[in-house]
């Protein structure tokens, strides 16, 4: 993870975005990825006139990783997603607790390995499953469906979405499109002091990103078909306004399949970048996105529009480097309009972080 450091005179050298989201009730319960933080009470999002509640205040209360978030200016609940800033210390980053024991195993192509606790359920893609051992149970469960949202921060519907490939579509009762989606769940139900193995994997060749969503302030968007497990209390929310992009919300931790060559990059503040939509696997939340079309050179024509999604930093963002689909034409030329900056000598010869 990127920390993000701070001059303050509180003493809270670090500071995240935290994801909240919209609440029914007045007051809502949130999980912290550390011990102690300090959280202020006014919104990071951008407020739009349309909402009603656009002059919204909150309070908010932090013990130990439990953030408390009530709604003063009326008796009921709010409808953005409520994004808060949350301070921290660097020793308090000892204090984040993964969830799962993985361990991720290969080069070209790689699988994961999970070790489940007694009564611990995973929840995962129907096709990834590749061994599961013994007194480790299946069941098949029924998410459904979808919130979607035009405008940034606003959403409607349920929040429950894992796009799989394998669903349906109906109407609810409002109107909306609502769907119904299929995964698979493991629950290791062996005696205590024991564990059970699930092993999973992509198509050959891929990688597997492990992701803590509570380090990246319990949000991040990803693109649509890369998800391959989670804990239970992750929740994929669709939205209009990203297109072939979800977002994944909730304090545990997911894991997503990527191509082969899979890069991290650590943007600055407002340093911006121009990913081919099709390369793209997952950003921050921190980060601006912005869909355009582009025109792509074809032996010197005009002839070709790509989808090129425009990122803004600070933040991380992760890629998969494929050649002929990021930076060359069908010619083999490159095509720097598509690299960092306008430039791809930055991008080859390291300014991204290492291969994860």
């Known amino acids: ?35 102690n933080m300090m959280v202020e009470p006014i919104p990071q999002n951008p407020l739009k006139s349309r ?43 000892a204090t984040y607790n993964k969830e799962f024991n993985a361990s991720i195993q290969g080069d070209e192509s790689q699988t994961v390995t999970i070790r489940l606790d007694p009564n611990q359920t995973l929840r995962c893609d129907p096709k990834a499953l590749i061994y599961k051992g013994e007194s480790v149970n299946m069941t098949t469960a029924s998410i459904g469906t979808v919130a979607k949202s035009t405008v940034p921060g606003m959403l409607k519907g349920g929040l429950k979405y894992i796009d799989t490939g394998i669903r349906g579509t109906t109407r609810s009762d409002d109107g909306n499109n609502s769907r119904t989606t299929a995964v ?81 990059i650590v943007l600055k503040e407002e340093e911006t970048m121009g990913v081919k939509e099709d390369c793209l696997v997952a950003f921050t939340q921190n980060v601006q996105s912005n869909l355009e079309k582009r025109s792509k050179k074809l032996y010197g024509v005009l002839n070709k529009k790509v989808a090129v999604r425009e990122l803004t930093g600070s933040g991380i963002v992760w890629m998969e480097l494929q050649p002929k689909n990021f930076l060359e034409n069908d010619d083999g030329s490159v095509d720097s309009e598509l690299s960092m900056s306008g430039s791809t000598s930055d991008l080859q010869q390291g300014r991204s972080e290492d291969d994860v």
């Open 1 to 35: 993870m990127s920390h993000q450091a701070i001059n303050s005179k509180t003493g809270f050298g670090y500071a995240i975005n935290i994801y909240v989201g919209p609440s029914k009730s007045q007051s809502k319960e949130i999980q912290l990825p550390y011990d």
């Open 51 to 93: 909402w009603q509640d656009n002059t919204s205040t909150f309070e908010v209360e932090v013990e130990g990783k439990k953030l408390y978030i009530r709604r003063e200016d009326a008796n009921k609940g709010w409808g953005m997603e409520l994004l808060l800033r949350g301070y921290y210390k660097q020793e308090a980053m």
């Open 184 to 264: 698979s769940e493991y629950t290791y139900l062996g005696e205590l002091g024991t564990s059970g193995t699930v092993t999973l994997g992509g198509k050959f060749p891929s990688k597997v990103l492990h992701l803590a969503l509570g380090e990246f302030g319990n949000r991040i968007f990803f693109r649509q078909g890369a998800f391959l497990a989670s804990s239970t209390d992750v929740e994929i929310v669709d939205s209009d306004f990203l297109d072939s992009f979800q977002s994944l919300v909730g304090h545990g931790e997911v894991f997503l399949k990527t191509g082969q060559h899979l890069k991290k």
